[in-house]
Every structure is written in structure tokens, then in C-alpha cells.
């Protein structure tokens, strides 16, 4: 241990040697190539004399760079990021001033503007520098996030090392859109080591699939997840009639609001209520705690401040140098494989060029880097429970397809991010257990455009009789990065994504994967079978006969609810079967997924879903999405769950909770040997009986509501992204706002917190 410890100081001295050493041959070089800055006297110097001013100025700088910058940029963090970066260059500037202000018998001088120009490039040399001696180094890059913990452990409550003895944290690590064959088959390729590493120890994790909802998406899985209930949310984007409003589940105020009615239903804040962090999620599951939290960025005041973890990330200008050197490169790499996806040929392909290289370059490396460097901070602060979402295979996925090499390559580097934070543990002031997760998995497949020259909002406004653009129109990506990318830059996030219909009569039809969903605005409530064939006769014969198309759900005057397939199969709902009928080959669980969709209050007049090929695991996504989720078929449904040994099995627990609530006998299925949990909400069970283990009981939301106002009083503030629905059940009658704030107090620090202080 003394020898590691001493190989680490003298790598550490040598490091800072050639930083200074590179800086102030770099403060030579400008000295010579500016007229306007000067490191000799007036009557000249020795070549000697002058580098030992060039190196007491660098040193100099060096210093107060390390103890300033800190300092100015935590006061700083209610400044824009636009602003913070023209600030950092003055600074910059008189920092340097001063530096040659300390240099002996006043050899440094520079002109203000000369200061600048020579602190910008001096900063970002020695920053390179330092990050190139260890850029590949995670050791060192978790040794930075360490000191960086401590000092603020240091101004806070503390914990001291010898409280390992307290109850284990937990950190759940959930890899978007990673399916549970994915994750087997990375593993037992050697492409995910620390994962295999895992599954092989007899003490390591195990590991099982779950099931899905019909909506196999973040924003209805991730919301169970932490908020226990994903009720009425039908799909990545749906119209709600009413208000004539699409929500989007990555947009801020429709985030807000998807909270607020899960927190309603349950009446319980959330996953992490208790001492939790959440870091690079939808929603905030009631933490205290918040980075890059997309729910809380549609509040007004301090809410908008979970972005502060961009800050507290690029704070240290090694971490900055670290990450946008692993962006430009992560650019790169994308246009050199998608030229070569298209010299290849490869199908099935979609465009990939335009702002989509900087889109994926933000998902796998700037969000990966930060939610990595917040969960890293929250484990030295010794916090309870965290929750982080990494989004960068399903980005991925989406466009170059979920068995790609493109997604492989991004899989091995959130596996060197699992075994980074595996490394904290060994460090961290409290034990933790880290639990794996993902949210739904993807279904490869050519799009539906690509595959049949018409996009599904084509083919309903010729099932409808209205005139059809010659050339198919593409919808947008359900990507959640585009959204998060316009976040962080602070621009605007469009509020809808559907085109204003022309007329009441025209339908409004939206995507999610390969689920669509079509709704009539002139059509008050849900819109019947009788009302549509009425209006539309061939509509519904057109999308059930379309070879692309799986299945429809649609509401029957005659029948309730019924499911409509090819050759005018007609199924009514409560007699769905998984192995016959139009469900047939769709996995087991899809008719019970169906039904309980069927009762939301917001599903669409016409819910449509791909066909599935069972023998190659092909749909058609009704996006520009190669790879894909959103409905049923094939892997998508199958995400997976890993978990230490010694936590309860899944299925057990569920069982328990289900004994302990008296729910035992409840028809909806929970469970299923074969399959794993079912549904987002049965997992979100496991998740919170696992936090409740080591430490006893969560506290529990009280009944008085947030803040002592009960929740017929709470107020609801306002949303400013998009006009929202008030929450079913819990509107006041006064002002018909919606009666319950969904958001615990939250506090504005940076992402890497001490203590009770740290999404």
C-alpha cells in the first residue's frame, strides 16, 4: 500500500513538472510572437534570466488558477453559460496580469488585451497537457472527483472514513434501451467485462428480464420506475383532446406534469424521497438532490437550476479538456462510420449527417461524463440512494442499429464507466450496492418510410380520403438527446411536434417507435368504431390490411373495446390471447398490456402497432429509427435487472409485497416466472423493497401533502414549455389548478455534493 501510494505521488510531481515545463515553453513562445507582451527588461536579458522569468510567471499563473478559478466559477453559477464563458476569459486575463505582476523586479508586462489572449491559450495548453498524460487514466480522473468531494464533504456535515459501518447505499445505474439478450450477449463477447465479471462471481450479481408496458419507452418506464405509477401514459407522445396539447415525455413542462399526476395517484414522492440523488433523468423520484433533471428545467425559479451540474463538471478545467477532447473525437468517429455504413451499403440505414454527429457526441460522452461525475460525488458524500440514466447505446441504437458495431464500441465504454464507479466503492465513506437496470430494450428493423414510400401519417390521411404529399414526409426521432442537448444550450424547445390540423376533421397522428396513434380533434372524447367508419369508411380496413401494420385498438359502441388485424380479424379486448388471434407472436403479456392501455383516460381514438416477424425480430418503427421502441414486438419489451446477490430475488419480493398489502389475489399480473416482473410498476416494488432492506422503512409522503399544506391546497406553478392538463382526481375547485406539487424542496448546488446536501 505504501509503495502504490508513493508511485502515485511521484506520477503526480512528475505530471505537474511537465505541465509547468510545457507551460512555460508555451509563455516563451507568446513572449517572442506578441509585441505587446514582454518577460525581459528594458535593457535585455540572458537566454537563462528570461526562462526563469518565462517559468515563475507560468508557476505563478498556474497557482492562482488552481485556487481562484474554483472559487469565482461557484459564485458564478447563476450566470448564464454564454456569459460565464466570455467572463472566464477576462478573468482569465487578470489572473495572468497578476502572475506577472509577482515575477521579480517587474520583468512581465502585457497590455489587458495581450492578457487575454495569452491566458486563453496558456489555460487551454496546460489543460491539454495535463489531460493528455492522463487521459486514459481512471484512476487519476477518480482521484480529481475525490478531492473534489472532499472539500465540499469538508464544508459540510462530513462523514468521517470509519462510518462504512452504517447501512450500504444504493446506486442504480439504469442503461437506457440496453435489452437483457444485449447485455447476455456483450457480456459472454468480452465486450462488457466488468459486466461478465459480475454474472461469473458466485457473490457477484444475477440477473433476470422484465416485461414491459405497451409503451416501451423512457418516459412510461423510467416514471413507474421512480414515481411508482406510469397510469395514462400511453406512449412517448400522445394528444390530449381537451386541452389540444401533445405531450412529449422529453419536454420539460410535459415531464413536470407527467410527475405531478404519478405523485397524485400515489400520493408518495418518489423512489429516492429519502436522502436521494437523481442524476440525467426524466423525472427527479422526489430526490433532494438534482442534476440534469429534464422535469424540474419546466419550473420556474430555482428548479431550473439541475443544471448546475454542467457547472460543477466543467469547474475543473481537466475534466472540461478530458470531455471535449472525447466529444471531437466521439464527431469524428460517427462521420467516418456512417461514410462507411454508406459505401457499404448496409440496410437497413438512415440519414445520419447534419447536427446528428454533435447529438451523439453529447449523449456518449458530455451527459455520460457529468451523470458519471455526479454519481461519483454522491457516493463520496455518502448519500442513501442515487438513480442515473446513461443514454448513449440507445441514442446509438437508434440510428446505427442495437447489434451494431457502433453500438457495441459504445457499450465497452459504459462498461469502463461501471468499473470506474465499481472502483469508488472501495473508497467511498459508506458501502454501496450497485443495481443495473434499463428501461426497455430496441427492435431492429427498416423503417415503415423506407420500407413502403409513405409515412403512417400518409396512409390514414388516404385512409381518410385527404390529399397525401407526393413525396413521404419523415417524422421526427423520439431521441431524448435532441431535447437534452437544446436544454443544456439553453434554447427553446419547440412545444409540439405534430402540425396544427387544418381542419377539426383532419387527424392528428403521432409517433413513438413503432407505436402510432392517431386521434380526431373534431371528435369529442374517445372516438368510437361506428363514428369512424361513418366519417371515414375505409379508414380502419386500410391500417389493419397494411402489411406494415400488426394491430389496431379501437373502442366499439357494440363490443367495448375490440383489436382489429388483417383479413378482418376482430378481437374484443377482454378476449385478447397472446398465442392466437391478431396478438399472436407478439410475446407473452401482450394481451394483458393491451388491456390495461385500453382503460387510460388518454388513449388515442386508433392505436396502431407495427407488424413483428417472431423468426427475424424485424418491425417497422414509424420514426427514422433503424433501431427502435415505443410498442410491442421482439426485444424491446425485455429489458433486464441486475442486482447483488443477497438482495431479495425479484419475483420474492414482489410476492412479499403483494402478501404485506393484502393485493395477493389481484388479477393484474405482477409477476411471471418465465418473463421476470411485469411492468415498470411492479419493478419499481422490487426497487424500493431493496432501499428498504439494509436500512428499514423509506418515510413515506405525508398525508398532509408537501411543505405541511394539505393537497387540496398545494398550488400548482405554472409550466411555461407547453399548455398541461391538470391531474385527474386532484384539480381544485376554486381555480381548476391541479392541487398537488409533485417536486420536493430541492437544493441548487452543483452535481458533486457533500452529504445531505448532493440528477
Sequence with gaps: MGAGRWRRAGSALLRVAAVWAVSTLTMLALAGALPDFQL????????????????????????????????????????????????????????????????????????????????????????????????????????????????????????????????????????????????????AEGLMPTVAGWLADPDGHRLTPWRTDWSSQTGASQLALLHGSNHDVPAFRWYEKETGTVMVSSRPASALELQRRAVARTHDAGLLSLDGASRGNLFSGGADQLALVLSMTGRLGKGRRSRAGYFAYFSDPANAVRTALSFVAEVGREIGQSTRSRLRKETPRIKRGGLYPFIRAFATVVERDVVVAAVIGDMFGGRTAVYA??????????????????????????????????????????????????????????????RYGLTLKDLVRAGCGLPVPRRAQRTLSASEARDAVRIALRRPVPETEAEPAVAASEPVVLASGNLGLVSFPGIGGRASREELDRRHPALLGTLANHPGIGFLLVRSEEYGSVVLGAGGAEVPVAELRDDEGPLAGFGPGAADAVRRTDTFPHVADV?????????????????????????????????????????????????????????????????????????????????????????????????????????????????????????????????????????????????????????
Excluded at 416 to 434: D, E, N, V, W
Design 40 to 187: 525581459q527588461s528594458d535593457d535585455g536579458d540572458t537566454v537563462t534570466k528570461t526562462g526563469f522569468t518565462a517559468a515563475w510567471g507560468a508557476g505563478a499563473f498556474g497557482l492562482l488558477s488552481a485556487l481562484v478559478w474554483p472559487v469565482v466559477v461557484r459564485a458564478l453559477l447563476v450566470v448564464p453559460a454564454l456569459v460565464l464563458g466570455a467572463l472566464v476569459f477576462f478573468l482569465n486575463g487578470s489572473l495572468l496580469l497578476v502572475a506577472l505582476w509577482l515575477i521579480p523586479d517587474g520583468r512581465g508586462t502585457a497590455n489587458p488585451e495581450t492578457a487575454v489572449a495569452v491566458a486563453a491559450v496558456m489555460s487551454a495548453v496546460a489543460s491539454a497537457t495535463s489531460t493528455a498524460l492522463a487521459v486514459r487514466d481512471d484512476d487519476a480522473y477518480r482521484r480529481r472527483l475525490s478531492r473534489l468531494a472532499d472539500r465540499r464533504r469538508k464544508r459540510g456535515s462530513g462523514l468521517a472514513e470509519d462510518e462504512r459501518s452504517e447501512p450500504p447505499g444504493t446506486v442504480f445505474i439504469q442503461l437506457d434501451g440496453v435489452g437483457h439478450d444485449v447485455l447476455v450477449r456483450a457480456a
Design 389 to 450: 440514466d446513461l443514454v448513449a447505446y440507445d441514442e446509438v441504437a437508434h440510428h446505427s442499429g442495437p447489434y451494431s458495431r457502433d453500438a457495441d464500441r459504445v457499450l465497452a465504454r459504459l462498461d469502463r464507466s461501471l468499473a470506474l464507479i465499481t472502483k469508488i466503492t472501495l473508497h467511498t465513506p459508506r458501502a454501496y450496492r450497485i443495481v443495473l437496470l434499463s428501461d426497455h430494450g430496441q427492435s431492429v428493423g427498416e423503417t415503415f418510410a423506407g
Design 607 to 759: 392505436m396502431v402497432n407495427s407488424m413483428y416477424d417472431p423468426a427475424t425480430g424485424q418491425v417497422h418503427a414509424f420514426e427514422e429509427q433503424i433501431g427502435s421502441h415505443g410498442g410491442l414486438g421482439g426485444p424491446q419489451s425485455r429489458p433486464f435487472l441486475l442486482w447483488p446477490r443477497g438482495m431479495t430475488d425479484p419475483l420474492d419480493a414482489l410476492a412479499a409485497e403483494a402478501t404485506a398489502s393484502g393485493t395477493a389475489g389481484e388479477p393484474a399480473p405482477v409477476t411471471a416466472p418465465h418473463i421476470g416482473p411485469v411492468g415498470a410498476e411492479a419493478v419499481h416494488r422490487v426497487l424500493r423493497r431493496w432501499l428498504r432492506e439494509p436500512s428499514g422503512p423509506q418515510v413515506p409522503l405525508s398525508p398532509e401533502g408537501f411543505g405541511g399544506l394539505p393537497y387540496a391546497d398545494r398550488p400548482f406553478p405554472a409550466a411555461r414549455e407547453e399548455t398541461v392538463r391538470p391531474a385527474v382526481g386532484a384539480v381544485r375547485p376554486d381555480t381548476g389548478r391541479a392541487a398537488v406539487d409533485a417536486v420536493p424542496p430541492e437544493t441548487d448546488g452543483p452535481a458533486v455534493r457533500g452529504p445531505r446536501g448532493t440528477g
